[in-house]
């Protein structure tokens, strides 16, 4: 009959508009900025460079290799490397980045530059609300503005940032004992070789 | 109801009005027009209200998304894809990593492979509902279709943003499987989902399936025939609309499509109509393949752990990765010359082909249905222009 195929559909939206009073689920709207939605744990925006410890300068786990410089799709990412070595957080002799700069109005938000880092030291932020009325000035971000703490990197990426720490920790045990080993090696040998000479002494007497 | 013939295609001859054209009036329908889906236009001569010639212009949007990506690396051009069609982020990555891992011969967990097709399915998904809204809306229905469906799209981006962390931009997919591991309890939000959506489903029929309005603007509108629709080598639901019995899941079965049971919907008639009841009876198609998927899913690596990231060199050759986007037929063309970025890139997008049929749809019919025609072909332009 005609008609009637509007007649249903009307009930719907009246359903749908009425249900919006009873059923959270058909209203969908939230009121932004005084209500907000939880983020998503792997919610990404743009990157920032993770340092440990107090100090942002000396606790950059940066080392300037420029691989992120390389990878990175719409060629936003700016570094420039140290001429010399300092000591990082662990008290190793690293390079360091004179200049890290990304562009914030280029970049795409992709998060391979963090796929490609192999020093952990380069991950996704979750801050949103960047808008700046200097879009060229202000959108170039450089090391300092960049450089975010790691107690930061695990109040907004918990499990992932738990995951990193262990095995930043498995990887330096691992190098430690290496070095114990490569310590020992040759007092060892130098021992040895003392014990040899001695014998050898003893076998000549 | 005026029927058209389709005669002869005139895409690439000039609009200009001839002698024995007066009378006619050439206008030109974007590139900023709201119905035009982004920056497409659409220069069509009008006799009164009745379209008599149309050529679909693009090229406002072009960003060199193939150059770009044969000075890049392999990984770099993963990101790009993302954008090609932003309804089908997912699907685009799967089609590239396809075409790469076929170069390369690169063999994925079984794991990864259900990620895949649940997350390409949930993509079809959100894909349909938010096009028909778009097309209800088109055609004056103004609001509640197209609320209703992109209530139910923000529902599937949450499932996306949750997995990947980003709700469109997604760049999950890489060669040899998937980026991350699935968060804990995402697969009960999706399986919460599927069983939601058939209530979308169920909601829209009654709300527009027998409605008479949209009966009338639709049934024997925009027709396509079936030989013609071969011909322009129109793919994906404008296809199967028209009668022909042709998706790549079945055809080509890429991925592990051959385990699912599922039909393939087809039209009869070719018209606006067709095109619309192929995509709502393709997502009930889509639920029973998630509801397999997710009762089959195994445990295991979501990733080749052989499969290098950085510095990665497929040995040189050529391959042609596909996959049945929401859209039809994506294909991506590589060959590689053994170094870290692809010789030749080329992308095959359905949306650009199946625009070149535009005018044979809308000749004979008048602006108000072009409108509709083209919001049923489904197309984004960064697609089409790439």
């Known amino acids: 009959m005609l008609g009637t195929g509007i007649a249903k559909g009307l009930v719907e939206t009246a359903r749908n508009f009425f249900g919006s009073y009873v059923s959270r689920d058909r209203l969908t709207t939230v009121e932004y900025p005084e209500e907000r939605l939880p983020q998503a744990e792997a919610a990404r925006n743009f990157p920032f460079l993770v340092y440990d410890g107090d100090d942002w300068k000396s606790g950059l786990r940066c080392v300037a290799c420029q691989i992120c410089e390389k990878e990175c799709p719409p060629k936003c990412i700016f570094i420039e490397k140290s001429k010399d070595k300092k000591p990082d957080a662990v008290g190793k002799p690293q390079f360091y980045p004179t200049v890290f700069n990304i562009d914030v109005s280029v970049c795409m938000s992709c998060q391979i530059c963090v796929e490609v880092c192999p020093f952990e030291a380069i991950k996704m932020d979750t801050d949103f609300e960047l808008s700046t009325d200097d879009r060229f000035g202000g959108l170039l971000w450089d090391r300092q503005q960049l450089a975010k703490s790691n107690t930061y990197y695990h109040e907004i990426h918990p499990t992932e940032a738990t995951e990193v720490d262990a095995r930043l920790a498995e990887e330096k045990a691992k190098a430690d004992a290496k070095a114990k080993a490569a310590e020992t090696k040759p007092v060892a040998a130098a021992t040895g070789a003392a014990q040899q000479t001695s014998h050898g002494a003893s076998s000549a007497e | ?386």
């Open chain 2, 1 to 386: 109801m005026q029927t058209t013939a389709p005669t002869e295609h005139t895409l690439l001859e000039p609009l200009a009005t001839s002698s024995g054209d007066e009378g006619l009036l050439e206008i030109s329908l974007g590139p900023h027009h709201p119905s035009t889906h982004g920056v497409f236009r659409m220069d069509a001569v009008l006799d009164g209200e009745r379209v008599v010639k149309l050529k679909p212009v693009v090229g406002y949007l072009h960003r060199n998304h193939e150059k770009i990506a044969e000075s890049a690396s392999y990984l770099a051009s993963m990101p790009y894809t993302d954008r090609l069609d932003y309804f089908g982020s997912l699907t685009n990555n799967w089609a590239y990593a396809l075409a790469v891992e076929k170069l390369a011969g690169i063999q994925v967990p079984e794991r990864a492979e259900y990620i895949r097709v649940i997350t390409a399915e949930l993509t079809r998904l959100q894909n349909h509902a938010t096009t028909i809204g778009f097309l209800l809306q088109e055609m004056g229905a103004s609001g509640s279709p197209l609320m209703y469906g992109f209530r139910e799209r923000e529902t599937i981006l949450d499932l996306f943003e949750a997995l990947t962390g980003s709700r469109m931009m997604c760049n999950y997919m890489r060669f040899g499987g998937c980026r991350v591991e699935l968060p804990s309890g995402w697969l009960d939000r999706v399986k919460k989902t599927v069983t939601e959506f058939p209530r979308f489903l169920d909601e829209f029929e009654n709300l527009l399936t027998s409605n008479e309005i949209l009966l009338a603007r639709t049934q024997g509108i925009g027709t396509l025939s079936k030989e013609l629709a071969i011909q322009g080598g129109v793919t994906g639901p404008v296809l199967r609309a028209s009668g022909v019995n042709y998706d790549i899941r079945k055809v080509d079965k890429y991925g592990i499509y051959d385990r699912f049971n599922f039909k393939i919907p087809l039209g009869e008639h070719g018209d606006v109509y067709d095109r619309y009841m192929v995509r709502m009876l393709e997502m009930r198609e889509s639920i029973k393949i998630l509801e397999q998927a997710l009762r089959d899913i195994p445990a295991g690596p979501i990733i080749d752990p052989k499969t290098k990231i950085r510095g990665f060199r497929p040995k040189p050759g050529e391959a042609y990765g596909r996959i049945e986007s929401a859209k039809g037929e994506l294909g991506f063309y590589l060959i590689s010359d053994g170094t870290g970025n692809p010789y030749r890139y080329r992308v095959r997008p359905p949306s650009f082909i199946n625009l070149t049929l535009l005018e044979d749809m809308c000749r004979g019919y008048s602006v108000a249905d072009l409108i509709v025609i083209f919001g049923t072909i489904d197309i984004v332009l960064g697609e089409v222009d790439r």
